[in-house]
Structures are given as structure tokens and as C-alpha cells.
Nanobody, 124 residues
Framework: QVQLVESGGGLVQAGGSLRLSCAASGRTFSTYAMGWFRQAPGKEREFVAAITGSGSSTVYADSVKGRFTISRDNAKDTMCLQMNSLKPEDTAVYYC?????????????????WGQGTQVTVSS
């Protein structure tokens, strides 16, 4: 079992920045990949970014590439998402998720454990 708790959401103006954090507990943190997903009202949950268990490799959705950075600290069992140049279309509930493998994957159904979500609102 893995427990995940997100923090760091909030309201920001377009062009601003936010940093989301995800604290994990349960299994050995470095043994599984982690991802960020988001869900806007009326839309399906979508992939944002993912990082391997070791932290050596990352992948991003095209919509956030160059603006968002995913990172993890395996000594502290935490993962972060630095979001810069935010746009109104980034408004969503953001979820951190834990995979059961150490490799990055993009599918919602491939992640077994989920946090409760944190709201990010970007005003124009």
C-alpha cells in the first residue's frame, strides 16, 4: 500500500507559478514511478508528467512541456511539480499517483495509488 498526500495548490494569475508537492508513505519510495495527472470540470483525467523510480528519466504532456518540471527526492519520499508560465487552461484538480513499476507510463489506469487532489486555479 502507498499513501499519497498532495499540497501546494491555489489561485494564481496567468503567467504565474505554483509548486505542488506529494508526500508518499508505505512502500519503498524509489521502487516505483510517480506521476501527476489533472482533471478539469467536465473533462477526463489527463496525464501531465511522470518520473522514474530513480528520478533519472521524465516525460511530459505536450501541453506542459517547457513550463512544468517534475522532480522527486527519494531521501524524503516526496515528489514535486514546478509549474511556471501558468495559463487559464491549466486550471484543474491535480493528482499525484504512484505506479506499481519503476518506469514512466502515461495511462491513468496504469497507476494504482492516488492522492486526494489539490485545486489549481489560474485566472486570466
Amino acid at each position: 500500500q502507498v499513501q499519497l498526500v498532495e499540497s501546494g495548490g491555489g489561485l494564481v494569475q496567468a503567467g504565474g507559478s505554483l509548486r505542488l508537492s506529494c508526500a508518499a508513505s508505505g512502500r519503498t519510495f524509489s521502487t516505483y514511478a510517480m506521476g501527476w495527472f489533472r482533471q478539469a470540470p467536465g473533462k477526463e483525467r489527463e496525464f501531465v508528467a511522470a518520473i522514474t523510480g530513480s528520478g533519472s528519466s521524465t516525460v511530459y504532456a505536450d501541453s506542459v512541456k517547457g513550463r512544468f518540471t517534475i522532480s522527486r527526492d527519494n531521501a524524503k519520499d516526496t515528489m514535486c511539480l514546478q509549474m511556471n508560465s501558468l495559463k487559464p487552461e491549466d486550471t484543474a484538480v491535480y493528482y499525484c499517483a504512484a505506479d506499481t513499476t519503476p518506469w514512466v507510463r502515461r495511462g491513468v489506469t496504469q497507476y494504482e495509488y492516488w492522492g486526494q487532489g489539490t485545486q489549481v486555479t489560474v485566472s486570466s
